[in-house]
């Protein structure tokens, strides 16, 4: 009678534990299904959006949401624009010109620079350098900047950097700044002399300034 | 005179029949309908939900703001310390996000071989089934409390509760599927669990795994705490109406437990200092206009004004609150009082807290601009959603003579409901979705980080032949991440990325 009970007791666990077991798994299947159809939809529209945002004119570096006051470039004012690049080819610099008066100024040059940040010590830090036609936004109201592709670019830091000479005369430049839902590093504004303090903004202001690569981006996410 | 016993055999017991499929068939039946398997059913069916609303973290995974800083002293210094130390402020201890993070760890070991790079995936699931499970546990707390129909739409309100996910801030991307803001949500766990045993009078294992939630709430945001002399009501009304003595109540294991959590609790986490949290910059003081947008605009009756809300003022909101209060006063029923008591103090106690010690929510706010930063008010909106369905079910309740009235309830609910999807339609992805677009980056990261031999030991000293990789964060900000050396190698070299000087010199044990 014993051995019978516990054989009862022993079939009555186990129709339990398949009972549970079959419950959890239908339950499993059916979430494991929905996950990965919203998985599949998701990817989907991450992809297209993607798409769109890596258009020729450039990837967005932060997404930017309202206009605020121009930032203006005083004589030896240097502007320092972290920057990392998500593909390989970085060959491009584009962002937004700010007008004063109105009016975007036709005239002047101003030295850009691609510094990389990731190099170890002793290597080369500066990557490109060129000059900078500010009256070639007069019509566009950007700023490009070009340089040869960057092989291995992808995941890379940098920083863009603008040198207003102390000679340059009037009207000065700006840039366009905006507030940015990213929150992502700012410009830093060091000048017009050595002894004025680095001006900094608060997270959440960014430039309008979009990342080219020589090679159409890959889509995936 | 006493009859003989009956000499008949005993019939057979139910479970014993010759027909093994009938048997099977009637545990079926019985698991189906056991209270444990609707909430299974019903977290798995929140899981899908809230995966639809915010995908982005599972899609593409990333550790984001302190869930890499607490992953790092995870993997590095281990569990404890993570979960006692993960605060640079020390303010509060964080057990339950650490747990969570190290069941990602454990889902990530179980699942991908312990793969760094499925790690933030495997932590964005857990955050999902976690959420899933505290929005679902009505289901299975209140199953006595509330009718069927409410205790789903309670339920369903909750998984669609509005949290900012189509407005282009960080709402969306920074709630569900993110540990670090879990933890806002164990507010609601704890009101429920209370609500529960203080109804439902829980004795035994049953009342140990509630006081283990409470416990693990207190540990994870201290603000719980609050809930406690709420679970001796019972009892204090008791002394109070002579029908109990003092050394009575004082042997009542509700109490017995209660005391217990109390102290478990304390030791714990010490007594909390809330002057240890400040602003990170100076900010202006509240005026009134911006004290009745935290606490009751925003914290307290959002989950009434939501439709209205950028269009509201501080003579609407206190307006709006006179009538809510007077609408609960009028039409509640007598036995659930201190269901509205205890939640109504309860919000008025957190929008308190955060009136004092985050000022700067004002900022955010904004006048009626935005609802962001929703994570901040996501568990307090789950109480006031609870509150409402209650509200509605004694409505319900008290029309029971008028059968076209009874119903009208629920059908608000269920307007609501209907109303809070196409606010935020968990079809469409949304802009917050698409913030920092990580994709591959952290991977190439990683790789950077290896060849450059970014090798640190346990406590982020940088050592050659350090245990670990420290991998700064893509986008610049001083947050850095800390994986383990060699899991991290295999992975990157998996997915073929060239890690140059990955063949390392051996580690010293």
Request: aromatic fraction near 8%; proline fraction near 10%; charged fraction near 15%.
């Amino acid at each position: 009678m014993p051995a019978t009970r516990a054989r009862r007791r022993l079939r009555w666990l186990a129709c339990r534990a398949i009972a549970w077991g079959i419950c959890l798994g239908a339950l499993l299947s059916a979430v494991g299904i929905a996950f990965r159809g919203i998985e599949a939809h998701a990817r989907g529209a991450l992809a297209e959006w993607r798409a769109r945002r890596a258009s020729p004119d450039g990837e967005l570096l932060a997404m930017v949401r309202t206009p605020l006051p121009d930032l203006p470039l005083a004589p030896g004012t240097v502007v320092e624009q972290p920057l990392w690049a998500s593909h390989d080819g970085f060959c491009g610099v584009r962002f937004e010109a700010g007008a004063l008066a109105g009016a975007v100024p036709t005239s002047g040059e101003i030295i850009w620079r691609i510094v990389a940040t990731d190099v170890p010590a002793g290597a080369k830090r500066r990557l490109a350098t060129g000059t900078l036609d500010l009256g070639a936004a007069r019509d566009t109201g950007w700023f490009d900047v070009r340089f040869p592709p960057l092989p291995t670019s992808a995941g890379a830091r940098y920083v863009l950097k603008l040198l207003v000479p102390a000679e340059f005369a009037a009207p000065t430049p700006s840039l366009a700044l905006y507030t940015s839902p990213e929150g992502r590093p700012t410009p830093v504004i060091t000048g017009p002399t050595p002894e004025t303090p680095p001006t900094t903004f608060p997270l959440g202001t960014a430039l309008h300034l979009r990342l080219i690569y020589a090679a159409p981006p890959d889509q995936s996410p | 005179m006493t009859s003989p016993p009956s000499t008949a055999p005993l019939p057979p017991p139910p479970t014993a029949t010759a027909d093994g499929g009938r048997s099977f068939g009637s545990d079926l039946h019985r698991v189906l309908r056991h209270p444990f398997t609707a909430y299974l059913a019903a977290t798995t069916a929140a899981v899908v939900v809230l995966f639809a609303r915010a995908p982005r973290p599972y899609v593409v995974p990333q550790l984001f703001a302190e869930d890499g800083m607490w992953s790092s002293l995870v993997h590095t210094r281990g569990f404890l310390h993570a979960a006692f130390h993960g605060r640079p402020e020390s303010d509060y201890t964080i057990l339950g996000n650490i747990l969570l993070l190290e069941a990602g760890k454990a889902w990530c070991h179980l699942v991908h071989g312990g793969d760094p790079l499925e790690y933030a995936r495997s932590c964005a699931l857990v955050s999902y089934v976690f959420v899933a499970a505290v929005v679902s546990l009505p289901v299975l707390l209140l199953r006595h409390r509330l009718p069927p129909s409410f205790l789903a739409a309670l339920w369903l309100a909750g998984c669609v509760l509005p949290l900012g996910i189509h407005d282009r801030t960080f709402s969306g991307f920074e709630i569900l599927g993110r540990v670090s803001n879990a933890g806002f949500v164990c507010l609601y766990a704890a009101f429920l669990l209370v609500w529960h045993r203080t109804t439902a009078a829980p004795r035994g294992a049953r009342l140990a795994a509630v006081d283990l939630g409470l416990l693990a709430c207190i540990t994870t945001n201290p603000i719980c705490a609050a809930v406690l002399p709420a679970a001796v009501w019972p009892q204090a009304r008791a002394v109070w109406r002579g029908r109990r003595t003092a050394a009575d109540v004082a042997r009542d294991p509700a109490v017995v437990g209660l005391v217990l959590l109390a102290a478990a609790a304390a030791g714990l986490c010490g007594l909390p200092n809330p002057w240890k949290i400040r602003p990170r910059e100076p900010v202006p003081p509240l005026d009134v206009a911006g004290i009745v947008e935290i606490a009751l605009a925003r914290s307290t009756l959002y989950p009434v004004l939501w439709p209205v809300y950028r269009h509201l003022g501080t003579g609407l909101v206190l307006a709006a609150t006179a009538l809510v209060v007077a609408l609960v006063a009028r039409v509640s029923t007598p036995r659930r009082r201190m269901v509205y008591l205890g939640g109504g103090a309860l919000l008025a106690l957190v929008a308190a807290v955060l009136v004092v010690f985050r000022p700067e929510l004002g900022t955010h706010l904004r006048g009626y601009d935005g609802t962001f930063p929703d994570r901040y008010f996501h568990g307090q909106n789950l109480v006031g959603v609870a509150l409402l369905v209650t509200l509605a079910a004694d409505v319900s309740r008290r029309a029971l003579h008028r059968r076209w009235l009874r119903h009208v309830p629920l059908a608000l609910v269920a307007c609501w409901i209907v109303a809070a999807v196409l606010h935020e339609p968990p079809w469409r992805l949304a802009p917050s979705q698409t913030l920092r677009p990580e994709g591959r980056l952290f991977a190439l990261r990683a790789a950077r980080a290896v060849t450059a031999g970014s090798f640190v030991d346990e406590r982020f000293a940088p050592d050659p032949d350090g245990r670990f990789v420290l991998i700064p964060n893509p986008e610049g900000t001083p947050r850095k991440f800390v994986f383990p050396r060699e899991p991290l190698i295999r992975a990157l070299a998996a997915r073929g990325y060239a890690v140059a000087g990955a063949a390392n010199p051996p580690l010293r044990r």
